[in-house]
């Protein structure tokens, strides 16, 4: 896939708001601190030019946000789950928000679900995958900040470790870096299959 074109289409920010259009939607998920907004921006094409709203402190993405993406899809960035400093009802209604999303969106496609390399997967992780496993949304693992692993890590095969604790196959992991660039076409290959899926159905 050649990303042409990349435009904000607005936020979503209660379960009962339509979204801002109906063209497919492909979402990216993960906790607060798992480099969520800096790997989208490295899978659009805009490392520098920023898309998302990268922050250094957790849970600035408070909203679903919209990015029309070549005009034909959605790029959905979720809110991040995990330690962002907001109130305990404040992180619910984001909770609520997002499953919401995720269980009632009729033009909902895949989800890329976002894991810290350098760490084994939370409960929290787990939990989110397994609600995706029992809502039929397909899902792909992208293990984020791999440049940040010693090459001993990545020999002992950090993608088997991630399988094993989520119960996901390997064929549904993809290592990446936001800085390098790795696993940003992987990505995007896996994105356009999920719409072309969609298409053929």
Same mark, same amino acid.
């Given at each position: 896939?050649?990303?042409?074109?990349?435009?904000?289409a607005?936020?979503?920010?209660?379960?009962?708001?339509?979204?801002?259009?109906?063209?497919?939607?492909? *979402?990216?998920?993960?906790r607060? /601190?798992?480099?969520?907004?800096?790997l989208? /921006?490295?899978?659009?094409?805009r490392?520098?030019?920023?898309v998302?709203?990268?922050?250094?402190?957790?849970? @600035?993405?408070?909203?679903? /946000?919209?990015?029309e993406? /070549?005009?034909? =899809?959605?790029?959905?960035?979720?809110?991040?789950?995990? &330690?962002? @400093?907001?109130? $305990?009802?404040? $992180?619910?209604?984001?909770?609520?928000?997002?499953?919401? =999303?995720?269980?009632?969106?009729?033009?909902? $496609?895949?989800?890329?679900?976002?894991?810290?390399?350098?760490?084994?997967? +939370?409960?929290?992780?787990?939990?989110?995958?397994? &609600?995706?496993?029992?809502?039929g949304?397909?899902?792909?693992? *992208?293990? +984020? #900040?791999?440049? #940040?692993? #010693?090459?001993?890590?990545?020999? #002992?095969?950090?993608?088997?470790?991630v399988?094993? $604790?989520?119960?996901v196959?390997?064929?549904?992991?993809?290592?990446?870096? *936001?800085r390098?660039?790795?696993?940003?076409?992987?990505?995007?290959?896996?994105?356009?299959?999920l719409?072309?899926?969609?298409?053929?159905?």
């Open positions: 896939m050649i990303i042409r074109s990349v435009e904000f607005g936020s979503v920010v209660a379960p009962q708001q339509p979204c801002p259009g109906d063209l497919p939607q492909v *979402a990216f998920a993960g607060s /601190n798992v480099g969520k907004s800096s989208i /921006n490295r899978v659009l094409g490392p520098r030019r920023k998302a709203r990268v922050s250094a402190s957790p849970g @600035k993405t408070q909203a679903l /946000n919209f990015y993406v /070549n005009g034909s =899809f959605f790029l959905v960035d979720l809110p991040g789950s995990g &330690y962002a @400093k907001a109130p $305990r009802a404040v $992180r619910e209604s984001w909770r609520v928000l997002v499953r919401g =999303f995720l269980a009632g969106s009729e033009h909902l $496609r895949g989800v890329v679900y976002l894991v810290d390399s350098r760490h084994p997967p +939370t409960r929290g992780d787990r939990e989110f995958v397994e &609600y995706l496993a029992e809502t949304v397909p899902a792909l693992i *992208a293990l +984020t #900040k791999v440049d #940040k692993l #010693k090459a001993r890590e990545r020999e #002992k095969g950090v993608e088997r470790r399988t094993s $604790r989520l119960g196959s390997e064929d549904q992991v993809v290592a990446s870096s *936001a390098t660039g790795e696993g940003a076409e992987e990505l995007l290959e896996a994105i356009a299959a719409l072309e899926s969609e298409e053929e159905s």
